[in-house]
């Protein structure tokens, strides 16, 4: 299954027809405006967020510097937890990977990953003949709408409360009144997948950041369902980029923190740590694997063009990114088409690098003309990805290639 390429055309055409939808931008709005304000709040009552910021910048340039020596390091310590790790180079060898340990016919669910938007993982799987389920509440109605998500931490950002009901009644049977709250809304969905989490064969999560010397996972979350997928299931598959790798459990910790503040939601609600499968030795001392929670733990290091990026001068700059989607909502252009701008999984201004990586620099490159050059999206970053300057570079690489075409 590749991931589909669109040429400057068709994209343009997405582009205008979100621009001249009238529904797509209210919500798009109303998501913008309930989100403003929320950050400087954050940063102006934590300023020591700030310092915790440059760690994490520190440690992600330390591992791109020495990307391989990181992997092996990172894998080594996944082992050592008793965690199965993989180093998957393609998108397709990163399928094939999931599908070899899920097999068919199981029960999966999902807690919101891009990386898996990246591979198409969820389509894989299905197609696979899996019964698949999102839980995070927004990446449900991308997966039941058969879209993509309009934003890196708030997926469905651009539905009303009364569109999102309208799929829930169309996809899923559920009644709601005739003027839905939010609440009612979320209530449904939780009665929904509550028998799908006990029930689950198999949990795929994402990875806010894997520490290299103790081979734990870190994720942050504030719905609840990151604890369940990667906790009730007997397996559960960890899908990362190699960028996620950074040297420490410090850092891991320092990063799921620093995300979720620049997402906006500080404190966050939960924190999982996770470190191999689940285990006791109440029994004679004797340890068995697989106590209340998973017996397995699978982590799959996904590289699809970031170890090649990492060697370069400008697009390495980019797998700095945490992906706490501040930049995007800064952007003048994402304001008006969300992520219908940046590429068939990422979007707004990170995701015109994110697709530069994954993708190629072509594709890429065609998509960075849109953009304003204002760089209000710099002045935002956590880690300082010096975003216009990789899109102005984008921008070169598309005059170049006419002047050659
Ligand atoms: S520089 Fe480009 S990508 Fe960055 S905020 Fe401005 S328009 Fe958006
Ligand atoms: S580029 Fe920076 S602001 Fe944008 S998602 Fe990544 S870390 Fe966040």
């Known amino acids: 299954m590749p991931v589909e390429r669109i040429t400057l055309q068709e994209a343009l055409r997405e582009i205008y027809s979100v621009l001249d939808d009238e529904t797509f931008q209210r919500g798009l709005r109303t998501g913008v405006r309930n989100a403003e304000g929320r950050f400087l709040k954050i940063l102006a009552e934590h300023p020591e967020l700030e310092q915790l910021a ?81 839980t995070d509440m927004g990446e449900l109605l991308i997966q039941l709408s058969g879209g993509k998500p309009m934003h890196t931490t708030a997926p469905a950002i651009h539905m009303s409360r009364f569109e999102a009901a309208k799929l829930l009644s169309k996809k899923l049977g559920i009644r709601l009144s005739e003027n839905p709250t939010p609440e009612e809304i979320v209530s449904a969905v939780r009665d929904i997948l509550r ?61 799921a923190i620093v995300q979720a503040a620049w997402a906006g939601l500080y404190p966050p609600t939960y924190i999982n740590v996770i470190s191999g499968p689940s285990s006791t030795s109440d029994i004679e001392r004797k340890r068995v694997y697989g106590a209340h929670g998973p017996r397995e733990v699978h982590v799959v290091l996904v590289d699809n063009g970031r170890v090649r990026a990492a060697r370069h001068e400008v697009l390495s700059e980019q797998l700095k990114c945490i992906r706490c989607g501040r930049c995007q909502w800064e952007c003048p252009v994402w304001q008006q088409t969300a992520n219908v701008w940046g590429g068939p999984a990422y979007g707004g201004p990170m995701g015109i690098g994110w697709t530069a990586i994954t993708l190629g620099v072509k594709e890429a490159a065609e998509l960075s003309m849109l953009c304003l050059s204002c760089g209000r999206c710099d002045e935002v970053c956590p880690v300082r990805v010096p975003l216009s300057s990789i899109i102005r570079w984008l921008k070169r690489q598309y005059a170049s290639s006419l002047d050659k075409g």
Do not use: C
Request: proline share 2%; hydrophobic share 45%.
């Open 195 to 255: 028998d799908k989490f006990v029930r689950a064969d198999v949990g795929i999560s994402g990875g806010n950041a894997l520490a290299a010397d103790s081979g734990s996972i870190v994720l942050v979350e504030n719905e609840g369902n990151i604890r369940l997928v990667t906790g009730l299931p007997p397996v559960h598959i960890a899908i990362m980029g190699v960028e996620k790798i950074v040297p420490t459990l410090q850092h891991a910790l320092a990063a």
């Open 54 to 134: 440059r760690m994490v910048e520190k440690a992600k340039k330390e591992v791109i510097s020495k990307i391989d020596y990181y992997i092996d390091m990172a894998m080594k310590s996944l082992e050592r937890v008793h965690a199965r790790a993989y180093l998957v180079h393609t998108a397709e060898e990163a399928r094939e990977t999931v599908l070899r340990i899920v097999g068919s016919r199981k029960l999966v669910i999902f807690s919101k990953s891009m990386v898996a938007e990246e591979l198409k993982l969820r389509e894989a799987l299905e197609e696979a003949g899996n019964e698949v389920w999102e």
